[in-house]
């Protein structure tokens, strides 16, 4: 059995609480009341309480809840395969590994910042197709388009900043070869002008090797929309220097002064204007991702071939019944004990 909505079933920790504040206002309410009066006039004073019946309704109800939010996350069973045509998008990530992005502005830094953003994004994401693409001075293909979205987190996990010796940051380098990951300019394969395509580039902005705005209009021109997300504060701050993964210092320059970098956010906004893309700043993770993830579903969808779909049956009637009754049975149970019908009283012997 799985869950179609499994995130929903974390709102069963919210169970434990209320019963845990019920308790809590019971044992205030019976205090309160020792207040007002001796305990041995409380039978006087309230003849009809009943101490079995609030707990057995509180029960009902909690069960009742449980049943409704498994019913939402739509327990699902019975896996059966079916053939479907198999449709999404191609999106190229570029992910800028330059020694800047080690600068902590961003925490733990921005190259580990950026890591998560791009393995949420990977979550985010359903038929889709992805390459990865990693630059500084240089860039390079990573990773080909794939659907291999497992594999793409474990390259995700070895990338560091010393894969590539030439230092700086060649944007318009990774976007055209982003382009190539498309298939663009490849003599073996038939160029298709298609909107079904996308380029996220995560970077501080600090572009020093080429026009990379002329890249993102370029490949605005073959359908292709250029989206940015800017790690770091426009504030300047320090870059790290380590040795075998130990902190030596901040990095400085030929002068002794310690060299700082910045988020370059015009640089990264014009490049996504030029690619007819959304540029966002890295701040809040959820944010970025769910302006990005929009970008994505507003894009045609390609048709990759047939392939075979797991299906399954929902089974969410079932707690939903549950529920239904488990709340008919609190309706139905008076908190105060029925002077007519008192089931203790009836197997009581005198």
């Known amino acids: 059995m799985i869950f179609e909505k499994p995130q929903i079933l974390y709102l069963l920790i919210l169970i434990p609480l209320l019963i845990a504040l019920w308790v809590w206002m019971r044992i205030r309410n019976r205090r309160l009341l020792e207040r007002f009066a001796d305990k041995g006039m ?3 004073l309230i003849p009809d309480e ?3 019946r609030p707990a057995t309704k509180m029960i009902l109800l909690m069960s009742a809840l449980a049943c409704l939010i498994v019913a939402v996350a739509n327990p699902q069973v019975g896996s059966r395969m079916v053939k479907g045509q198999k449709l999404g998008s191609d999106i190229a990530i570029c992910l800028d590994i330059s020694n800047s992005m080690m600068a902590e502005d961003l925490q733990p830094n921005r190259l580990e910042r950026s890591k998560r953003i791009v393995n949420n994004l990977l979550n985010e994401l359903g038929g889709d197709r992805v390459s990865l693409i990693v630059f500084a001075g240089s860039s390079y293909i990573q990773m080909p388009l794939t659907n291999d979205y497992s594999a793409v987190k474990l390259f995700m996990d070895q990338i560091s900043c010393d894969l590539i010796s ?6 318009g380098d990774a976007i055209e070869k982003a382009m190539e990951s498309f298939g663009y300019g490849d003599p073996d394969r038939e160029w298709e002008r ?29 359908g292709v929309i250029v989206c940015t997300i800017g790690m770091g504060l426009p504030e300047g701050v320090p870059i790290p220097e380590y040795v075998r993964g130990q902190r030596v210092g901040y990095k400085k320059d030929h002068n002794g002064n310690t060299v700082t970098t910045s988020l370059n956010e015009k640089m990264l906004s014009d490049i996504a204007e030029a690619g007819n893309g959304t540029y966002l700043r890295a701040g809040n993770i959820n944010a970025s991702l769910s302006a990005i993830t929009n970008e994505i579903e507003s894009l045609e969808k390609a048709n990759f071939g047939e392939a075979m779909f797991s299906e399954y049956e929902s089974r969410y009637m079932y707690p939903l019944v549950a529920a239904i009754v488990l709340m008919i049975l609190e309706l139905m149970i008076f908190e105060r ?5 008192n089931l203790s009283k009836i197997l009581q012997k005198k």
């Open 42 to 44: 409380f039978g006087r």
């Open 50 to 52: 009943s101490r079995r």
């Open 194 to 222: 298609s909107k079904s395509r996308a380029i996220v580039v995560i970077s501080d902005g600090e572009n020093h090797e080429d026009d990379a705005e002329e890249a993102a209009s370029k490949a605005s021109k073959e």
């Open 337 to 341: 004990r029925n002077k007519k019908f």
């Open 166 to 171: 030439q230092q700086g940051t060649a944007i």
